[in-house]
C-alpha cells in the first residue's frame, strides 16, 4: 500500500486531462497541517510556470478532473494552486482491513529486476580491523548497516552482506611475532588473545623499544604475504580468536552478520596483482617514481592538480585502495551486484570517492551498477569532544554494552520493584542494548552526535524504551480484554480525529521503508515509530478502549487499531534491530 504513489498517479491522470504533459511532475507529499488536509499535490505551479500561465486557473482545471471518488471526502485548491485531499474515513478502514492479516503489513515485494531475481544488493558494513578490538567507531557502521540490510529484506530485495573486515597489513607482522613468542613460552592464543587490545599494546611497545624486535615483525609480514605455512596457520589462529570477539559483540548487539559474512581484506590479495596490471594496460594507472599511481582529473584541486590515488607503494606493496578496486570488481563480476552500499565514518569519504571513479573508469565497476558510500558522522561525549575513556583512551564496545544494560537495570528495578532478578535481567538486557542503538539510529546519519546515558534510557522522548514501554502496554490491553491478538475478526471504523491520524500513519509504512532503503537513513523508520507510538498514545487518552458500557463494535475496532500498531512497532523496531517485550 502506498497511498503517496496512487494519489500521485490520480493527480497525474488529472493533469494530463486538462492538458499538463505526461511527465509533469504532480509533487505529492503528506501534508503537515491537518487543514491543510492528509496530502497535498503542489506540481501546478511548477507547470503552470513553465506554460506561463495562471497557476489557480490551471490548478481549477485539475481539480475538475481529478476523480478521487471513494477515497478523498474533500478536495481543495488553496492559494496560488495547492491541491489540498482529505481522505476518506471509510476508504481509510477498508485499506487497513486489507493490511490486517497481511505480515509484511501492507509493504508491497519489491519487483526491480523480476519477482524471481530481485535486486541484489551489496552491502558492506561493520568491517572492524582484526589487529584490535571493537571500540565505539564501530558501532555505527555495524547497527546502521544491519538496519538498512533489515530494510531492504522487508521490501523483497537480496541482500549480500560483506564485513570487509580488516585482517591483512603490516601491523600483524609485529602480532604474530609477539603470538609467536607468547606460544613459545608455552601460552595458550586463546588465553594470550584473551584482551586483544592489551595485546596489541605489549606489541606495539616491543615493537618501538626492543632490540631487533621490529626486524622480527618486518620479516613476518614479508612470511605472511609470501605464503609461508607456518605463518598462515599462526595468523589464522589470531584471526580466528578476533573473530569471535567479533562475533560476541554482534550477538549483544542483536545484529545478523555471521562468519558467512566475512570477506576480509585478506581474501583479495591474490587478486591485486591482477588489478595492478589492468590498471596499467587501461594506461589508468602509471609509474611515478616507482609506485603506481592514478592521477584524477576529475577531482583536481583548485589549481587544477590532479588527486593522487596511490594503487601500490613503490617497494610493490599494495594498499587499502587497491583491496577497495579489487572488491568493486568482485561485487560486480561474482556477486553481481545492481547496487553496492558501503558505511564507514566520514573520514573515508574521499577514498571512496577515488574508489569509484577509479573503478568505473577501469570497467571494475558497470555503469549499470550503484556505488552508494554512506558517511556517518562521529559519537561525541558529553564534552562535545570525540568520545573517549575518562583517561583519554578509546572505549571499547563490549564494555559500553555492558555498561548499557547494568544502567538499564537499575532504571527498570526502579519501576518494577516486583521483578525477580531473571526477569529484570531479561528486560535489562533488551532495553539497555535497545537504548543505544536507538540513540545511535534516530540521528540524522551524517552528523555527530553527543553520547548520552541519561536521554537514551528515558522513557520519555524518541527512545527505544519508549517505544518497548508503547508495545508492552498494548500487550497489556489485550490481555486485559482477554482478546487473543492473533485470532479476532478485524472491523475498523474511523471516526475520531485521533483514530484516523493513526490509519493513515499505519497506511504510510512503506512509504517511510522506501526512504529508508534509498537514502540509508534509518533514522527516518525511528521518527515515523516514534510518532505512530506518540499518537498511540494520545489515542489512548482519547478514545475509551475497555470501558464499562462501549459499543462493542467501537470497542472491536479500537481493539483492531492497537492490533495493527503493535505488529508495526514490533516489525519496524524489528528492521532497527530492537526487542519487544510482553510486559516490561
Ligand atoms: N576496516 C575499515 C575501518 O575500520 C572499514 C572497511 C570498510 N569497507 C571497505 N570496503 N573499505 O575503517
Same mark, same amino acid.
Given at each position: 500500500?502506498?497511498?503517496?504513489q496512487?494519489?500521485?498517479?490520480?493527480?497525474?491522470?488529472?493533469?494530463?486531462?486538462?492538458?499538463?504533459?505526461?511527465?509533469?511532475?504532480?509533487?505529492?507529499?503528506?501534508?503537515?497541517?491537518?487543514?491543510?488536509g492528509?496530502?497535498?499535490?503542489?506540481g501546478?505551479?511548477?507547470?503552470?510556470?513553465?506554460l506561463? /500561465?495562471? #497557476?489557480?486557473? *490551471?490548478?481549477?482545471? &485539475?481539480?475538475?478532473?481529478?476523480?478521487l471518488d471513494? %477515497?478523498?471526502e474533500?478536495?481543495e @485548491?488553496?492559494?496560488?494552486?495547492?491541491?489540498?485531499?482529505?481522505l476518506? =474515513?471509510?476508504?481509510?478502514?477498508?485499506?487497513?482491513?486489507?493490511?490486517?492479516?497481511?505480515?509484511?503489513?501492507g &509493504?508491497?515485494?519489491?519487483?526491480?529486476?523480476?519477482?524471481?531475481?530481485?535486486?541484489?544488493?551489496?552491502?558492506?558494513?561493520?568491517?572492524?580491523?582484526?589487529?584490535?578490538?571493537?571500540?565505539?567507531?564501530?558501532?555505527r557502521?555495524?547497527?546502521?548497516?544491519?538496519?538498512?540490510?533489515?530494510?531492504?529484506?522487508?521490501?523483497?530485495?537480496?541482500?549480500i552482506?560483506?564485513?570487509?573486515?580488516?585482517?591483512?597489513g603490516?601491523?600483524?607482522?609485529? @602480532?604474530?611475532?609477539?603470538?609467536?613468542?607468547k606460544?613459545?613460552?608455552?601460552?595458550?592464543?586463546?588465553?594470550?588473545?584473551?584482551?586483544?587490545?592489551?595485546?596489541?599494546?605489549?606489541?606495539?611497545?616491543r615493537?618501538d623499544?626492543?632490540?631487533?624486535?621490529?626486524?622480527?615483525?618486518?620479516?613476518?609480514v614479508v612470511?605472511?604475504?609470501?605464503?609461508?605455512?607456518?605463518?598462515?596457520?599462526?595468523?589464522? !589462529?589470531?584471526?580466528?580468536?578476533?573473530?569471535?570477539?567479533?562475533?560476541?559483540?554482534?550477538? =549483544?548487539?542483536?545484529?545478523? *552478520?555471521?562468519?558467512?559474512?566475512?570477506?576480509?581484506?585478506?581474501?583479495?590479495? #591474490?587478486?591485486?596483482?591482477?588489478?595492478?596490471?589492468?590498471?596499467?594496460?587501461?594506461?589508468?594507472?602509471?609509474?611515478?617514481?616507482?609506485?603506481? &599511481? &592514478?592521477?584524477?582529473?576529475e577531482?583536481?584541486?583548485?589549481?587544477?592538480?590532479?588527486?593522487?590515488?596511490?594503487v601500490?607503494?613503490?617497494?610493490?606493496?599494495?594498499?587499502?585502495a587497491?583491496?577497495?578496486?579489487?572488491?568493486?570488481?568482485?561485487?560486480?563480476?561474482?556477486?553481481?551486484?545492481?547496487?553496492?552500499?558501503?558505511? /564507514?565514518?566520514? +573520514?573515508?569519504?574521499?577514498?571512496?570517492?577515488?574508489?569509484?571513479?577509479?573503478?568505473?573508469?577501469?570497467?571494475?565497476?558497470?555503469?549499470?551498477v550503484?556505488?552508494?558510500?554512506?558517511?556517518?558522522?562521529?559519537?561525541?561525549?558529553?564534552?562535545?569532544?570525540?568520545?573517549?575513556?575518562?583517561?583519554?583512551?578509546?572505549?571499547?564496545?563490549?564494555?559500553?554494552?555492558?555498561?548499557?544494560?547494568? +544502567?538499564?537495570?537499575?532504571?527498570?528495578a526502579?519501576?518494577?520493584?516486583?521483578?525477580?532478578?531473571?526477569?529484570?535481567?531479561?528486560?535489562?538486557?533488551?532495553?539497555?542494548?535497545?537504548?543505544?542503538?536507538?540513540?545511535?539510529?534516530s540521528?540524522?546519519?551524517?552528523?555527530?552526535?553527543i553520547?548520552?546515558?541519561?536521554?537514551?534510557?528515558?522513557?520519555?522522548?524518541? /527512545?527505544? #524504551?519508549?517505544?518497548?514501554?508503547?508495545y508492552s502496554?498494548?500487550?497489556?490491553?489485550?490481555? =486485559?480484554?482477554?482478546?487473543?491478538?492473533?485470532?479476532?475478526?478485524?472491523?475498523?471504523?474511523?471516526?475520531?480525529?485521533?483514530?484516523?491520524?493513526?490509519a493513515?500513519?499505519?497506511?504510510?509504512?512503506?512509504?517511510?521503508?522506501?526512504?529508508? %532503503?534509498?537514502?540509508?537513513?534509518?533514522?527516518? @523508520?525511528?521518527?515515523?515509530?516514534?510518532?505512530?507510538?506518540?499518537?498511540?498514545?494520545?489515542?489512548?487518552?482519547?478514545?475509551?478502549?475497555?470501558?464499562?458500557?462501549?459499543?462493542?463494535?467501537?470497542?472491536?475496532? +479500537?481493539?483492531?487499531?492497537?492490533?495493527?500498531?503493535?505488529?508495526?512497532? =514490533? !516489525?519496524?523496531?524489528d528492521?532497527?534491530?530492537?526487542?519487544?517485550?510482553? +510486559?516490561?
Amino acid at each position: 500500500m502506498n497511498i503517496k504513489q496512487l494519489l500521485s498517479e490520480k493527480v497525474l491522470t488529472a493533469m494530463v486531462q486538462a492538458g499538463l504533459p505526461e511527465d509533469t511532475n504532480p509533487a505529492l507529499s503528506i501534508s503537515n497541517r491537518a487543514n491543510f488536509g492528509d496530502y497535498q499535490a503542489n506540481g501546478v505551479m511548477g507547470a503552470a510556470k513553465k506554460l506561463k /500561465t495562471n #497557476p489557480r486557473e *490551471l490548478a481549477t482545471k &485539475v481539480v475538475e478532473h481529478l476523480n478521487l471518488d471513494g %477515497i478523498a471526502e474533500k478536495v481543495e @485548491l488553496a492559494g496560488p494552486g495547492f491541491i489540498n485531499i482529505h481522505l476518506d =474515513k471509510t476508504w481509510l478502514a477498508a485499506q487497513l482491513s486489507a493490511i490486517a492479516n497481511d505480515e509484511k503489513l501492507g &509493504v508491497s515485494q519489491r519487483t526491480t529486476g523480476t519477482e524471481d531475481n530481485p535486486q541484489n544488493v551489496v552491502v558492506d558494513y561493520s568491517a572492524p580491523n582484526l589487529a584490535k578490538e571493537m571500540h565505539v567507531g564501530h558501532l555505527r557502521s555495524t547497527i546502521i548497516g544491519d538496519a538498512v540490510v533489515r530494510a531492504l529484506e522487508f521490501r523483497g530485495d537480496k541482500v549480500i552482506r560483506q564485513n570487509h573486515m580488516g585482517d591483512w597489513g603490516t601491523q600483524f607482522g609485529m @602480532l604474530l611475532a609477539h603470538l609467536s613468542d607468547k606460544l613459545q613460552a608455552n601460552e595458550v592464543a586463546e588465553t594470550a588473545l584473551a584482551d586483544l587490545e592489551n595485546f596489541y599494546r605489549e606489541a606495539k611497545v616491543r615493537f618501538d623499544n626492543e632490540e631487533g624486535f621490529a626486524d622480527r615483525a618486518r620479516d613476518y609480514v614479508v612470511k605472511l604475504q609470501g605464503g609461508d605455512a607456518d605463518c598462515a596457520v599462526l595468523w589464522q !589462529q589470531f584471526i580466528d580468536i578476533s573473530i569471535t570477539h567479533s562475533e560476541e559483540i554482534y550477538h =549483544k548487539l542483536n545484529v545478523t *552478520l555471521t562468519r558467512d559474512d566475512i570477506m576480509g581484506e585478506s581474501a583479495y590479495n #591474490p587478486d591485486l596483482p591482477k588489478v595492478i596490471d589492468e590498471l596499467l594496460a587501461k594506461k589508468i594507472a602509471v609509474e611515478d617514481q616507482g609506485a603506481r &599511481v &592514478v592521477f584524477i582529473d576529475e577531482m583536481a584541486n583548485k589549481d587544477g592538480e590532479p588527486s593522487v590515488f596511490i594503487v601500490q607503494k613503490s617497494g610493490g606493496g599494495y594498499l587499502y585502495a587497491t583491496t577497495d578496486l579489487s572488491a568493486c570488481r568482485y561485487r560486480s563480476n561474482e556477486l553481481k551486484a545492481d547496487r553496492i552500499i558501503i558505511f /564507514t565514518d566520514a +573520514r573515508q569519504a574521499l577514498h571512496f570517492k577515488q574508489v569509484e571513479i577509479v573503478a568505473r573508469k577501469a570497467g571494475f565497476l558497470p555503469e549499470h551498477v550503484g556505488y552508494d558510500h554512506c558517511p556517518f558522522g562521529m559519537m561525541m561525549g558529553d564534552d562535545g569532544k570525540p568520545f573517549k575513556t575518562r583517561t583519554g583512551g578509546t572505549i571499547k564496545l563490549a564494555e559500553l554494552l555492558d555498561e548499557a544494560v547494568v +544502567r538499564a537495570k537499575d532504571v527498570i528495578a526502579e519501576k518494577n520493584p516486583d521483578y525477580s532478578d531473571e526477569k529484570l535481567t531479561e528486560v535489562a538486557q533488551k532495553v539497555g542494548i535497545g537504548a543505544v542503538k536507538f540513540a545511535d539510529l534516530s540521528k540524522n546519519r551524517t552528523s555527530d552526535y553527543i553520547f548520552n546515558w541519561k536521554t537514551m534510557l528515558s522513557f520519555e522522548g524518541a /527512545t527505544a #524504551p519508549y517505544l518497548q514501554y508503547a508495545y508492552s502496554r498494548i500487550q497489556s490491553i489485550f490481555s =486485559k480484554a482477554g482478546v487473543n491478538q492473533q485470532q479476532f475478526e478485524q472491523h475498523f471504523a474511523i471516526v475520531e480525529p485521533q483514530e484516523k491520524a493513526l490509519a493513515l500513519k499505519l497506511l504510510q509504512l512503506e512509504d517511510v521503508i522506501d526512504a529508508v %532503503i534509498n537514502e540509508c537513513t534509518p533514522n527516518l @523508520l525511528c521518527n515515523y515509530l516514534y510518532e505512530l507510538a506518540s499518537l498511540y498514545m494520545s489515542f489512548y487518552e482519547a478514545c475509551p478502549i475497555l470501558k464499562d458500557g462501549i459499543d462493542e463494535q467501537v470497542k472491536q475496532s +479500537r481493539l483492531a487499531l492497537c492490533a495493527q500498531i503493535s505488529k508495526t512497532l =514490533k !516489525q519496524g523496531l524489528d528492521i532497527l534491530g530492537i526487542e519487544v517485550m510482553e +510486559r516490561m
